[in-house]
């Protein structure tokens, strides 16, 4: 009888999951802030260099098995859209920056990445769960937050980065 009260609470609306956030965390709505992101497979670069073209982040780390399982997806979506409709990149939270070029290198992911070993990105991108990925408009402004794995280049989810970014997919 209670796990069908906690189903109806749950469905009624009154209890939502919610995730506290981190430290120096930008919200959905708000703009990220300037950064320096610590080159993994390229020079080290700023969150400004991006600014006209929309971006994905994804944050992740090599040890976790969820981002190991969208990497491939996210892979064909830099592959086929990256740089012409939006840049990706990734941010790996592992405290090993070897561990990290090991996955990187393994997997031959092709769109740049970070490393956050200090946790200062993670932090302000809110990523107290990963993966996690966000949406970015083209002036810095963070329009979506993706918690968890998924096939980024599946059509349901081409379609929300369209209406996201308001751009043909």
Do not use: Q
């Not at 982040?57 to 976790?64: E, G, K, L, P, Y």
């Amino acid at each position: 009888m209670k796990t069908i009260f906690l189903f109806l609470f749950m469905l009624s609306g009154i209890f939502t999951p919610a995730f506290a956030g981190t430290p120096g965390e930008v919200e959905v709505g708000g703009y990220l802030p300037e950064a320096t992101l610590h080159g993994l497979t390229g020079h080290s670069r700023k969150f400004s260099e991006f600014h006209g073209k929309p971006l994905i982040i994804n944050v992740w780390a090599s040890w976790c098995g969820p981002c190991r399982e969208e990497m491939g997806s996210l892979d064909r979506l830099a592959r086929k859209y990256g740089r012409k409709k939006f840049n990706i990149v990734g941010i790996s939270t592992d405290d090993d920056g070897n561990a990290a070029m090991a996955y990187i290198r393994r997997s031959r992911v092709s769109f740049e990445n970070f490393l956050d070993s200090k946790v200062f990105l993670e932090n302000m991108l809110g990523a107290n769960t990963i993966p996690l990925t966000l949406l970015v408009d083209d002036h810095g402004r963070v329009l979506r937050k993706v918690r968890g794995s998924h096939e980024w280049d599946s059509p349901e989810l081409l379609a929300m980065i369209g209406e996201t970014f308001g751009i043909g997919m």
